[in-house]
């Protein structure tokens, strides 16, 4: 896949100039984008053949697969919202260590619809008010890609109006996109409900 667009808040990208470990950070989550390709295939290629034609699940375990080979947790629960008994966990999770110094990251790969995203970047903006990580990062895919995906998946151009809501906070939001399009190639599966 590919890195279609990018939003830093202010205080994301001091840290990934100045912090080494935010550096790790970024380079790990975009490295799990990046080299996120179609098995058998040298790029991402996704079956535009029609409307919704292909599960978003495989997109998403692909980018895990990388992120937990490189240390990453996967459904870390948020200490403040396990306090009330709300929200679930966080996608994925990492704690960068590096001497005395030490730097936390959570991270949401959205598939779900809009209000989803919405939830989905509070629920990481709350992960750092209440001191559970450093920065956060949102994953979405551009809506090219979300249109050959299961139905009503949200997409960055439609989120991207909100990201300054969480501009008192370091974060990150990704748009993704497929390497290459092709009526040809094999369709994602869904998941058992005909989603996912």
Known sequence: MKIAQTYLTKIASWQVQYNPLAQIARREIEDSIIKNVTPGETEFVLNNSKKNCN???????????????HGWERE??????????????????KLFQSDDRIFRVGMEFETGNIGSSYRSMNK?????????????????????????????????EEAAPYFSRADQYAMIFYGFDADRFDPTAPLLP???DGNA
Do not use: H, W
Not at 55 to 69: C, D, Q
Not at 76 to 87: Q, V
Not at 145 to 155: C, E, F, G, I
């Open 55 to 69: 599960g978003v699940k495989p997109v998403k375990e692909m980018t895990y697969a990388y992120l937990v080979a």
């Open 76 to 93: 870390k629960p948020l200490a403040y919202l396990s306090s009330i008994d709300k929200g679930g966990p966080i996608d994925a999770y």
């Open 124 to 156: 990481l903006c709350l992960g750092i008010q209440y001191g559970d990580f450093d920065m956060g990062i949102l994953m979405m895919s551009m809506k090219k890609t979300a249109y050959y995906l299961t139905d009503r998946v949200s997409n960055y």
């Open 190 to 192: 869904k998941g058992k």
